[in-house]
C-alpha cells in the first residue's frame, strides 16, 4: 500500500515538471522575461516555422506523415503545449535573442556601413589639390665653373629616372653616386648602367645629388626638390664630352652640343619657330624653319644636304640642324628614302 502511493507522487511531480519546465529552462538563460520587437520576433517565428515545417516533412517516414494526418489538429497542438519543449513563444524568444546577438545589424545597415568605409578610405588616399603632372625633359649640363647645376622635380610617391647620356647620345655609364641627406631620399642603380631612379622620402625636404661618371672626374651635380607641381617622369641629363660608348660622326668629330637642338628634339620648339610640313617615310618626322635653318626631328640618319649639327636621344630619335631645303635624303635601315619638305 505504501509502495503505490510513493509512486502515485512521482507520477503526480513529473506531470508538474513537464508543465513548467520550458519556462523554467528559458528563464534560466535569461528569456522569458525579456521583451522584443514585434516585427523582429514575428519574421524570425515566420523563418523557424518555415525551417522546422521543411525538416520535418523531410525526416518523417510515409507511415508518420499518415499517422500525424490520422491525428485531429487540436490534438497535436494541444499535445505540442503540453510538452517539456513544445512552447513555440519560448523557444521564439529564446532563438530572437541569440540572432541579435550574432548578428546585430540588419542587411542594410551592412551595406551602409560598407559603403562608408569606402567612400572614407578614398577620402584619405585621394591627393589633396591638384594631382601632380609628369613631364620628360633633357638637359644640358654645365661643368665649368661657377655653372648652376640643374635642377630635378620630385614628388613623395613618385619615380624619377635619372639617364646620363654624352654629346652623342649614348649612355655614359654611372661609376658612382653620393646623396646629401640619404635618409630624405631613395636611389635606386643596377651597379652598371647610366640610369639612376630616385624617389624623394619626404614631402618638402630637398636635398642634392653627386654623381661619378666613367671616365670623367668632374662629379655631375644634380639638385633634387621635391613637393613641385610638376612632377619629372624622365630626365635625361647630356654631359658634355665623349663618354666610353660614343659613337663615330660621319661628318668629322662632333661639334660643340647646341643647347637649342634639345628644344626641338623634345618635340617643343622655341617661340617664334614654324612648323613645316614632312611628306614621306610615313610623316614620322616633323620639321620646323628657325631663323635661317632648319631643324629635322626624325628616326632616320640624314645623308643629304650636310648638317651642321646634331643630337641623338637614347630612343634612337635625331634632330638635325641644315640648311633650308625642299628635299631631304635620308637613311632607313639601309634604303634611301627622300623626304619633302613643303612650306618653306
Same mark, same amino acid.
Given at each position: 500500500?505504501?509502495?503505490?502511493?510513493?509512486?502515485?507522487?512521482?507520477?503526480?511531480?513529473?506531470?508538474?515538471?513537464?508543465?513548467? /519546465?520550458?519556462? $523554467?529552462? %528559458? #528563464?534560466?538563460? &535569461?528569456?522569458?522575461?525579456?521583451? +522584443? @520587437?514585434? !516585427?523582429?520576433?514575428?519574421?524570425?517565428?515566420?523563418?523557424?516555422?518555415?525551417?522546422?515545417?521543411?525538416?520535418?516533412?523531410?525526416?518523417?517516414?510515409?507511415?508518420?506523415?499518415?499517422?500525424?494526418?490520422?491525428?485531429?489538429?487540436?490534438?497535436?497542438?494541444?499535445?505540442?503545449?503540453?510538452?517539456?519543449?513544445?512552447?513555440?513563444?519560448?523557444?521564439?524568444?529564446?532563438?530572437?535573442?541569440?540572432?541579435?546577438?550574432?548578428?546585430?545589424?540588419?542587411?542594410?545597415?551592412?551595406?551602409?556601413?560598407?559603403?562608408?568605409?569606402?567612400? /572614407?578610405?578614398? $577620402?584619405? %588616399? #585621394?591627393?589633396? &589639390?591638384?594631382?601632380?603632372?609628369? +613631364? @620628360?625633359? !633633357?638637359?644640358?649640363?654645365?661643368?665649368?665653373?661657377?655653372?648652376?647645376?640643374?635642377?630635378?622635380?620630385?614628388?613623395?610617391?613618385?619615380?624619377?629616372?635619372?639617364?646620363?647620356?654624352?654629346?652623342?647620345?649614348?649612355?655614359?655609364?654611372?661609376?658612382?653616386?653620393?646623396?646629401?641627406?640619404?635618409?630624405?631620399?631613395?636611389?635606386?642603380?643596377?651597379?652598371?648602367?647610366?640610369?639612376?631612379?630616385?624617389?624623394?622620402?619626404?614631402?618638402?625636404?630637398?636635398?642634392?645629388?653627386?654623381?661619378?661618371?666613367?671616365?670623367?672626374?668632374?662629379?655631375?651635380?644634380?639638385?633634387?626638390?621635391?613637393?613641385?607641381?610638376?612632377?619629372?617622369?624622365?630626365?635625361?641629363?647630356?654631359?658634355?664630352?665623349?663618354?666610353?660608348?660614343?659613337?663615330?660622326?660621319?661628318?668629322?668629330?662632333?661639334?660643340?652640343?647646341?643647347?637649342?637642338?634639345?628644344?626641338?628634339?623634345?618635340?617643343?620648339?622655341?617661340?617664334?619657330?614654324?612648323?613645316?610640313?614632312?611628306?614621306?617615310?610615313?610623316?614620322?618626322?616633323?620639321?620646323?624653319?628657325?631663323?635661317?635653318?632648319?631643324?629635322?626631328?626624325?628616326?632616320?640618319?640624314?645623308?643629304?644636304?650636310?648638317?651642321?649639327?646634331?643630337?641623338?636621344?637614347?630612343?634612337?630619335?635625331?634632330?638635325?640642324?641644315?640648311?633650308?631645303?625642299?628635299?631631304?635624303?635620308?637613311?632607313?635601315?639601309?634604303?634611301?628614302?627622300?623626304?619633302?619638305?613643303?612650306?618653306?
Amino acid at each position: 500500500m505504501i509502495n503505490m502511493k510513493n509512486k502515485i507522487a512521482i507520477i503526480l511531480l513529473c506531470l508538474g515538471f513537464a508543465g513548467t /519546465s520550458a519556462s $523554467a529552462f %528559458a #528563464a534560466g538563460f &535569461g528569456v522569458a522575461g525579456e521583451k +522584443t @520587437s514585434n !516585427s523582429q520576433n514575428a519574421e524570425i517565428a515566420k523563418l523557424l516555422a518555415q525551417a522546422q515545417s521543411r525538416a520535418g516533412a523531410n525526416t518523417m517516414s510515409p507511415l508518420q506523415k499518415d499517422r500525424q494526418t490520422a491525428v485531429p489538429r487540436n490534438m497535436r497542438i494541444a499535445a505540442s503545449k503540453n510538452s517539456a519543449f513544445g512552447d513555440t513563444g519560448v523557444s521564439q524568444a529564446a532563438f530572437s535573442k541569440v540572432v541579435r546577438n550574432m548578428m546585430p545589424l540588419s542587411p542594410a545597415q551592412i551595406r551602409t556601413l560598407r559603403y562608408m568605409f569606402n567612400k /572614407s578610405k578614398q $577620402a584619405a %588616399a #585621394a591627393y589633396p &589639390g591638384i594631382p601632380p603632372r609628369p +613631364t @620628360s625633359s !633633357s638637359v644640358m649640363v654645365n661643368l665649368s665653373p661657377g655653372a648652376t647645376p640643374p635642377i630635378v622635380r620630385l614628388r613623395s610617391g613618385f619615380v624619377t629616372s635619372l639617364v646620363f647620356l654624352d654629346s652623342t647620345g649614348q649612355p655614359w655609364p654611372i661609376s658612382a653616386y653620393d646623396l646629401g641627406d640619404p635618409k630624405a631620399f631613395n636611389i635606386q642603380w643596377n651597379r652598371t648602367g647610366n640610369t639612376l631612379l630616385v624617389q624623394s622620402s619626404s614631402t618638402y625636404k630637398s636635398g642634392n645629388l653627386a654623381v661619378m661618371l666613367k671616365g670623367l672626374d668632374t662629379p655631375v651635380m644634380v639638385t633634387l626638390m621635391p613637393g613641385q607641381h610638376d612632377v619629372d617622369y624622365r630626365v635625361d641629363l647630356r654631359v658634355p664630352g665623349l663618354g666610353p660608348n660614343a659613337k663615330p660622326s660621319l661628318n668629322g668629330l662632333p661639334a660643340a652640343a647646341n643647347p637649342q637642338l634639345i628644344n626641338f628634339l623634345d618635340g617643343v620648339p622655341p617661340k617664334g619657330a614654324r612648323e613645316l610640313q614632312v611628306v614621306g617615310s610615313g610623316n614620322l618626322s616633323q620639321a620646323w624653319v628657325y631663323g635661317k635653318h632648319l631643324y629635322l626631328r626624325t628616326r632616320l640618319t640624314v645623308l643629304s644636304p650636310g648638317w651642321i649639327s646634331t643630337m641623338s636621344s637614347p630612343d634612337g630619335t635625331h634632330v638635325y640642324e641644315i640648311q633650308k631645303t625642299p628635299v631631304v635624303l635620308a637613311s632607313e635601315q639601309g634604303t634611301t628614302v627622300q623626304l619633302t619638305i613643303k612650306g618653306l
